[in-house]
């Protein structure tokens, strides 16, 4: 099995900045798909941006484009999300997820609730005016 550790999260201002940071662990091939999904409060979980391995194709949400970045952090396992210019919408719980799978040079990965096969606890991130 995997394992995923998120932290960043926290109480920023609007306009401010955070980076997530997603440790995995365990069972980790090359081979796989990672990403950054948030649910706010009586919203379903929703996509912000996905990362493939080897290939490091990336897919953002509309939501996200232009303000968040995903990106590798030192190792192949671990996966950050950079937010500038948050807002109070961005208030959420932040979760990091993984999928085994193999998506070709050029196309970009797709992980769902229900094919996942692994999810982290999650990260708070408050927005307040």
């Known amino acids: 099995p995997v394992q995923l550790v998120e932290s960043g999260g926290g109480s920023v201002q609007v306009g401010g900045s955070l980076t997530l940071s997603c440790l995995a662990s365990g069972e980790i091939r090359t081979l796989h798909c990672m990403g950054w999904f948030r649910q706010a409060p009586g919203k379903e979980r929703e996509k912000i941006a996905t990362m493939s391995s080897p290939y490091d194709e990336t897919d953002y949400a509309d939501s996200a484009k232009g303000r968040f970045t995903i990106s590798r952090g030192n190792t192949k396992s671990t996966l950050l999300l950079q937010m500038n210019n948050l807002r109070p919408e961005d208030t959420a719980m932040y979760y990091c997820?993984?999928?085994?799978?193999?998506?070709?040079?050029?196309?970009?990965?797709?992980?769902?609730?229900?094919?996942?096969?692994?999810w982290g606890q999650g990260t708070q991130v408050t927005v307040s005016s």
């Open positions: 997820a993984f999928r085994r799978g193999y998506w070709a040079p050029g196309m970009p990965c797709r992980i769902m609730e229900e094919n996942a096969d692994a």
